[in-house]
Antibody, heavy 119, light 107 residues
Framework: EVQLVESGGGLVQPGGSLRLSCAASGSTFRSYWMHWVRQVPGKGLVWVSRINSDGSSRSYADTVKGRFTISRDNAKNTLYMQMDSLRAEDTAVYYC????????????WGRGTLVTVSS | DIQMTQSPSSLSASVGDRVTITCRASQDISSFLNWYQQKPGKAPKVMIFAASRLQSGVPSRFSGSGSGTDFTLTISSLQPEDFATYYCQQSYDTPRTFGQGTKLEIK
């Protein structure tokens, strides 16, 4: 069974950058579409971005389009999110999640990494 | 974007109660509807996918129904470990969207 572990979160000033990583164990990583979902503590789940299984197609929420870039390295079983021009409203726990391509549901979840944007 | 609306936003119930949470989509999403359970400080966990399919390992007291725009999650007999927040989510289109959540609390 594939397990996901996020890293790279932390405190950053407004306008700064962070790169999140999500390392997957197991050999089936490349068979999943991968997403980032974020959650402000105490609030609901919000979809951020998606990349298909071979990395040829990407989508973003309007709130992060042009500032965030999702990518993956299937050889390293790792998902990334480059986050630039960060704003206070990007403060949240970021989860990486794998979407099963049968029935299309978020089957795998990491534990999340907290990103805090503050001066 | 497809809007997902859950009701109620919160619900107080007792162990052994039968509870139902509803989710409405702003357009027809066929059966591309999933339900997740989230406990404080933990990642969400899928309970029901494709509107009515029970995820492996999830107790049979959980069930889902619906298609098109209206969906329900039912817990037939609440257990102490079921008190959590539940989210519906559509996978019919991108962006994937979630309902606002239903917090299930102990009465």
């Amino acid at each position: 069974e594939v397990q996901l572990v996020e890293s790279g979160g932390g405190l950053v000033q407004p306008g700064g950058s962070l790169r999140l990583s999500c390392a997957a164990s197991g050999s089936t990583f490349r068979s999943y579409w991968m997403h980032w979902v974020r959650q402000v503590p105490g609030k609901g789940l919000v979809w951020v971005s998606r990349i298909n299984s071979d990395g040829s197609s990407r989508s973003y929420a309007d709130t992060v389009k042009g500032r965030f870039t999702i990518s993956r390295d299937n050889a390293k079983n790792t998902l990334y999110m480059q986050m630039d021009s960060l704003r206070a409203e990007d403060t949240a726990v970021y989860y990486c999640t794998g979407e099963a391509m049968t029935y299309w549901y978020f089957d795998l979840w990491g534990r999340g990494t907290l990103v805090t944007v503050s001066s | 974007d497809i809007q997902m609306t859950q009701s109620p936003s919160s619900l107080s119930a007792s162990v052994g109660d039968r509870v139902t949470i509803t989710c409405r989509a702003s357009q027809d999403i066929s059966s591309f509807l999933n339900w997740y359970q989230q406990k404080p400080g933990k990642a969400p966990k899928v309970m029901i996918f494709a509107a009515s399919r029970l995820q492996s390992g999830v107790p049979s007291r959980f069930s889902g129904s619906g298609s098109g725009t209206d969906f329900t999650l039912t817990i037939s007999s609440l257990q102490p470990e079921d008190f959590a927040t539940y989210y519906c989510q559509q996978s019919y289109d991108t962006p994937r969207t979630f309902g606002q959540g239903t917090k299930l609390e102990i009465k």
